[in-house]
């Protein structure tokens, strides 16, 4: 039986949540697979410290981080860096566990991880093949020093350049797309999803959604769009936060309104939508992207979200709110423009990835 070990990092939820779907997809497979935290598998405490370090980064530290995201894109692969010294420092713990589970295939979702393994691999360790993932639309810092991995994947061929700017040859890159629930790779049509979620099948659906990490104010913006004299349906996605759940059910809206908290009913929802207004996160991009849904961003994360919001726009695939154009003007120009809509998407089924699970799943079955 095939063996796969998927190393992840947690920062934030996407790379986990990228794990878990190929993880997912391998096993139904037939394969045996396994995922480890790099960082909580060598101490619990660094683990917290490196998703806690980076939560605190990008929400209080939001425009030091910006900053050092931009110069870090600038550097050159660099063999002393520090970081590549410590993902070194904690290779040895990692290589203990690939040497008593001897998987035939190693994928990393973050960079760092991909860093502890390449350190392994340059040590000649390694017997496995190794495949990165990027998990968002922008190739980040680092993946530069990881070079000598077999394969990266990528979520749009459009980011081929970029990859090969890093040093990555064409051989090696797969633009198979994120790896995302093989749920939202099921369609069920619009006005047979809006029924089942209690809308009117004929008339328009908005969803609003934070994202995993609760950016942003669903109850404001909902606000915002429903003094708009346009015939819409609203759905609001609060997560687990508790507080915006309960402003938002003590608002007076207009509209017709479904209010959710954390709910396994993204996949409906989307399928139900006509448009989604929400964070640029790689993942929940993906997923819109999948269900060949136009989108309106908001709250980037200073850094990789900002490089997937302006991906998305330079595709026509999404309108973004600024302080010059706020969320109720592009909810109006969506929804009096045919063609605004007909030509988000149009950009949005040509970089779409309905099966990217899938895809690798099969990829790595192979190799």
Known sequence: MKKVLILTVTTGSGHNSTAMALHTNIKNSGADCRIIDVCYSVNKFLGFTVD????????????????????????????????????????????????????????????????????????GLLKAK??????????????????DLDYIVIPSERLSW??????????????????????????????????????????????????????????NTVKKIDKLNKCFQIAAVCGSSEEEFNKLTAAKIRHKILKLGYTDKINLLMDASDCIITKPGGLSVSEALSKRLPMILVNPIPGHE???????????????????????????????????????VRAVKAIGKTDASKRLSEFILKL
């Open 52 to 123: 806690k370090g980076y939560l605190l980064s990008v929400d209080e530290l939001s425009k030091i981080y910006a900053s050092t995201y931009t110069k870090l894109e600038k550097r050159k692969a660099n063999p002393r860096s520090a970081i590549l010294k410590f993902c070194s420092l904690i290779s040895a713990k990692i290589n203990n566990y690939i040497s008593e589970y001897e998987p035939d295939v190693i994928v990393c979702t973050h960079v760092f991880a991909a860093l502890t393994l390449i350190t392994l691999k340059r040590k």
């Open 130 to 147: 190794t495949i990165g993932i990027v998990t968002d639309f922008t190739i980040h810092p680092y993946w530069e020093d990881v070079t």
């Open 162 to 219: 970029q990859c090969r700017k890093k040093g990555f040859k064409d051989s090696q890159i797969l633009p198979f797309g994120i790896p995302i629930k093989s749920q939202f790779s099921v369609k069920t049509e619009k006005p047979e999803a809006k029924k089942l979620l209690g809308f009117y099948p004929d008339k328009p659906l908005v969803t609003v959604m934070s994202g995993s990490m609760g950016y942003g104010s669903i109850t």
């Open 306 to 344: 900002e490089r997937n919001l302006t991906f998305l726009l330079n595709s026509g695939a999404a309108m973004a709110v600024s302080e010059n154009c706020p969320v109720e003007e592009l909810v109006w120009q969506f929804f009096s423009e045919k063609e605004v809509r007909e030509n988000m």
